[in-house]
């Protein structure tokens, strides 16, 4: 079983938790615990996690797509809590402190087995795909990259099932005609058109929001 929650985003589905401008996920999948992102407020990120009853030392390692602020704003905060971790970055993300190990990606590749990055596009942002039973599932932060570029290095390990996270101004609906579940969040643009488009497989957003494949 694949589980991803999000624990992070500018809209909620759950009282209990407090949205803000940002994007932070829990993936738990293989015997690993891995936080995609990290908001941009540390003392959010912590405290929707004690909500959702998540306790920060579970977390093996941290994936950060890109190095914009409302991505890492939460990692300093997280670090102090749990520094156990390895990091795994975009090359253009340097200065990281406290952290058990740091690791950089320029090109797509496996992380470990199971789990892949397409490395850093574009100089600016990588993305995670899980290996499924049904085929890779991508987490993405913003999409900055173009998402033909995004889906192409994603390919180099299988098919492609679904993604969830940032569209930003996603409008090139075809790519996404054969995924079986698609789940906009943070800086999506068009998700009134994408739920419109692909109604049978759009899954809300929001932190709370659990998908489990």
Partial sequence: MIKIQIIYDNTSINRDLKPDWGFA???????????????????????NMRALNIDPLIISDVFISHCHFDHIGGLSHFLNTNSDITLHAPTSFRGVRY??????????????????????LENIEQSLAVETDKGLFIIVGCSH???????KATRNFGD??????????FDQY????????????????????????????YIEGGAGTVIII
């Fill in 25 to 47: 996920a829990l993936i738990q999948a293989f015997g690993k615990n891995i936080l995609f992102d990290t908001g941009a407020n540390g003392k959010i990120l912590l405290r």
């Fill in 99 to 120: 952290a058990k190990d740091v690791i950089y990606y320029d090109k797509p590749q496996e992380i470990f087995k199971h789990f892949y990055t397409t490395g850093e």
């Fill in 160 to 169: 492609i099932y679904g993604i969830a996270g940032g569209l930003h101004g």
């Fill in 174 to 201: 075809k790519l996404f005609q054969d995924f079986q579940m698609i789940c906009p969040t943070h800086c999506t643009k068009n998700i009134a058109e994408i739920k419109e488009q692909f109604s049978d497989k």
């Fill in 145 to 151: 990259p173009n998402m033909h570029e995004i889906l």
